[in-house]
């Protein structure tokens, strides 16, 4: 059975930096695309990062040059690494795992970023 558990959310100053770190089992990690997609209150759910099995990477608009997505297929774990944290990054934080039509959601984690 597929699962995703991400940890690392937490509250963070604007300007900080969190790591958020997704395990997954039970899937075929490294031909997966994996990414990170986030909800904040009342907003719709965002891309936020991808990277491809071929360890391409594509970064939403609001978070590029800040975000880094990375991924460990030998520890079957993807990485997001946030600096320069924004009020406005404040959301729920999903991993998502897809291949073809296959599609796998973590349980999220919340990060806030507050002064």
């Known amino acids: 059975q597929a699962q995703l558990v991400e940890s690392g959310g937490g509250l963070v100053q604007p300007g900080g930096s969190l790591r958020l770190s997704c395990a997954a089992s039970?899937?075929?990690?490294?031909?997966?695309?994996m990414g990170w997609y986030r909800q904040a209150p009342g907003k719709e759910r965002e891309l936020v990062a991808t990277?491809?099995?071929?360890?391409?990477?594509n970064n939403g608009d609001s978070v590029k040059g800040r975000f880094t997505i990375s991924r460990d297929n030998a520890k079957n774990t993807v990485l997001l690494e946030m600096d320069s944290l924004r009020l406005d990054d404040t959301a729920v934080y999903y991993c998502?795992?897809?291949?073809?039509?296959?599609?796998?959601w973590g349980q999220g984690t919340q990060v806030t970023v507050s002064s």
């Open positions: 998502h795992a897809g291949f073809g039509s296959l599609d796998e």
């Open positions: 039970g899937i075929p990690f490294s031909v997966y695309t």
């Open positions: 990277i491809g099995s071929d360890g391409r990477t």
